[in-house]
């Protein structure tokens, strides 16, 4: 049996496991806040020099340390935060796949901020 429609904040009928118009919305305009104030990639290490070292770890490590898929991110085990020996410390790094970094572990730093 399929599960019921929720009701939104905004009054709006949403089915199940869907988001409403507004939520998104809302979600959207807090990333772009976020974005406008967060320095840009290359100025937070993540250069030619980095995207050369992640190849080459992926090389040997392409299988993601949570599920065994494919790995296609090398993460920060500890957030380097600025730091560029934690940055570069590659005893720090995990190979892990998108799906793996995108929600696990984003969840996990932000449950330890």
């Given at each position: ?23 998104i919305?809302?979600?959207?305009a ?11 990639a ?13 190849l080459?770890?992926?090389?040997y490590?392409p299988?993601?340390?949570?599920c ?46």
């Amino acid at each position: 049996m399929p599960k019921p429609p929720h009701v939104c904040s905004c009054g709006r009928v949403v089915p199940h496991g869907e988001r409403c118009a507004c939520q998104i919305a809302r979600t959207r305009a807090r990333n772009k806040r976020h974005d406008q104030r967060r320095p840009m990639a290359a100025q937070r290490g993540y250069n030619h020099t980095w995207r050369k070292a992640r190849l080459e770890f992926l090389k040997y490590f392409p299988v993601c340390a949570r599920c065994g898929s494919p790995a296609t991110v090398v993460d920060h085990i500890i957030p380097h935060k600025g730091d560029d020996r934690l940055f570069w410390d590659k005893s720090n790094w995990q190979a892990l796949c998108k799906p793996c970094h995108d929600r696990q572990k984003q969840r996990e730093e932000r449950a330890h901020v």
